[in-house]
């Protein structure tokens, strides 16, 4: 019984007689040295290109180009990133422009560019070739990839196939240290259908090359900059199957300059200026009405600048926001309890605890040592409190100049029985007048110790 011969091999005398169609097909390719091809292209210097030449490989496209189909094919990838569209942190996704390079060898499409008028070069619609199906497995969109595409061929059988993407990929993405924040985006491409023992991944250029080529190709002034592309081969197993793999880590950051003007600058103006307004004297009855001015301010700003920050996670922005609201709401209570204390204590002031007292006197003078007030009956506390500029002195209900008709009464027993309890009750009020003098310092502290660590922060993020 006889066999019938393939169509790009040498028939021997035991097979049948060829048909006129695969006398035709044979005509176009001629058997060339090691089980390679060479396609015959008389009248190429005269004519040009003649399509018939190539109908032999066109019509092989549904087939892998092997002579040995136990060999793989080698497949060499590349890709140039020339734009960082989008990254949203919501969805987690990485908009980007690729330039995708795919390179592998055909062995049916060889020719002696001596006999073809010293073509070596020619340009065939991509649907005629047979195409690696090479994805990237984080691609979360449709291809959007344009048709009638073409592949460049030269005469040893090299293919060149290259081909522009929009790459809507998923990215896992951490934002804590938004806006200093980097991230750090995987591009994996494999085969869909050919296992390890059909194609074999490669590199077409080195991943350096790679990383600067798209470095100096990303010349917009976007919200992120390329930091560097690095790579690594793996193999991916399904089952018993074994698929190659090259993912590349695309590492981007943000730049930071449009959210510190936005929003950092102004909330740290208006901290500012609330902790400025501890130098107002505490009896003032316009500190009260000012923070809350300015507390309602700093809440209409986070409102008007919600668009800018990350709809999910929680970043570190948000909890400086969270502080920055949470200090001006504290330093609001703190001037209405200093308001009512101080308008308590000039009327009717209630006896101060022991430990009070004793943690007074600590923060006044921690190394001298005061007497109670049971010990010093009409004396006053000792020296003068340390306190703001701007603060007033406590206001002495005793001491006042006499006039005409008060000076008539000072002899009489009434007047001496109320300055007696003047007297007694002037080192309380001077004693609850230093205590809001020291809650106000040690507020003012604080504000400027988180004004200084937020300035700090901001400093070591940008310049890391």
Sequence with gaps: MLLPCPVFSLCRNTCQSPSPGTLLTRSLLSVGRGDTFTINCSGFDQYGVDPAAFQAVFDRKAFRPVINYSIPTQVNISFTMSAIVEVDAQLQLMTSFLWLNVIWYNPFIRWNPEECGGIRKISIAAEYLWLPDIFIEEF????????????????????????????VSICNLDIFYFPFDEQNCTLTFSSFIYTVENVVLGMEKKVQEISNTSQNLIRSKGEWVLLGIHQRMMKMTVGTNQYDQIIFYVAIKRRPRLYVINLLVPSGFLVAIDALSFYLPAESENRAPFKMTLLLGYNVFL??????????????????????????VVSLLETIFITYLLHLATTQPPPMPQWLHSLLLYWASPRKCYPSVSQKGNKGLGPTPNHLPGVKEPVELVGKVAGPREAELIGSPESRVQEEQEAQRQPLVDLWVQFSHMMDTLLFRLYLLFMATSVVTVIILWNT
């Design 303 to 328: 409102l008007m600048m919600n668009d800018l920050l990350p709809a999910t996670g929680t970043p570190l922005i948000s909890v400086y926001f969270a502080l920055c609201l949470s200090l001006m």
């Design 140 to 167: 979360m969109d449709v291809d959007q990839t344009a048709t009638g595409l073409m592949a460049y061929v030269n005469s040893e059988g090299l293919i060149k196939y290259d081909k522009p993407m929009k790459v």
